[in-house]
Structure formats: structure tokens, C-alpha cells
């Protein structure tokens, strides 16, 4: 499957909620249902790496879809906002690499 950019992504999902009526959600309504998927995505590595094993009936959820799920929402609310993750992630990167540079001890930094 080809890459895609987050703007091809942003698009997409775009895409798919244009053919609907209803169209995005509220804010609030959206950031209610990011926080649901998180509460899932945390289940899911909390089954995956933690000591809390799954129960014989729990659906089969998986890390990666949470995470999907969680893509899916954080575009549908970047677009219903009319903003740019890719320039959002760049400024983001731009604060990390200049507020925060020596935050962290690089790997290849002299002893």
C-alpha cells in the first residue's frame, strides 16, 4: 500500500464524512469520543503489556486499530477545525528542537 501524507489522510477522512448529511461532530462531542478511543487504546496495552489479561468473551481489539481509531478522530477534528496537521506536527517539532533541545541526553552526545 502506498504512503500517505497526513494531508492525504486529513483528505480522506474528509472525504468520507462529506457524503454525510450530519457532518463532523462538535467539538466537545469529538474530544468525548478521542477520550473514549484512548480509554480503549490504554485497555489494549494494558492487556498487551500489562497483568491485566483479557477475559475469554472481550472482543479482539488490537493496539493498532485503537491507534487507527484514534488517527481517524484526531483528523476528523483537526478538519472541523480547519487545521493542518502537518503544520501543526511542524510547529510542534519546531518547539521540541528549540525549547526542549537539551531536554533529553542525545545517544551519540561525548562523554
Not at 494494558?46 to 481509531?69: P, V, W
Not at 519546531?94 to 552526545?109: E, M, P, Q
Amino acid at each position: 500500500m502506498a504512503q500517505k501524507t497526513l494531508a492525504d489522510i486529513q483528505q480522506e477522512v474528509d472525504d468520507y464524512i462529506s457524503q454525510f448529511k450530519e457532518g463532523y461532530f462538535s467539538p466537545l462531542a469529538l474530544m468525548a469520543r478521542m477520550s473514549e478511543e484512548v480509554g480503549e487504546l490504554a485497555r489494549e496495552v494494558n492487556h498487551s503489556y500489562g497483568e491485566k489479561r483479557k477475559k475469554a468473551d472481550e472482543a479482539d481489539n488490537s493496539i493498532e486499530m485503537e491507534l487507527g481509531d484514534i488517527l481517524f478522530l484526531l483528523s476528523c477534528f483537526a478538519n472541523s477545525l480547519d487545521i493542518d496537521l502537518t503544520e501543526a506536527h511542524n510547529k510542534v517539532m519546531d518547539k521540541f528542537n528549540t525549547r526542549d533541545k537539551d531536554r533529553w541526553t542525545l545517544k551519540n552526545a561525548e562523554q
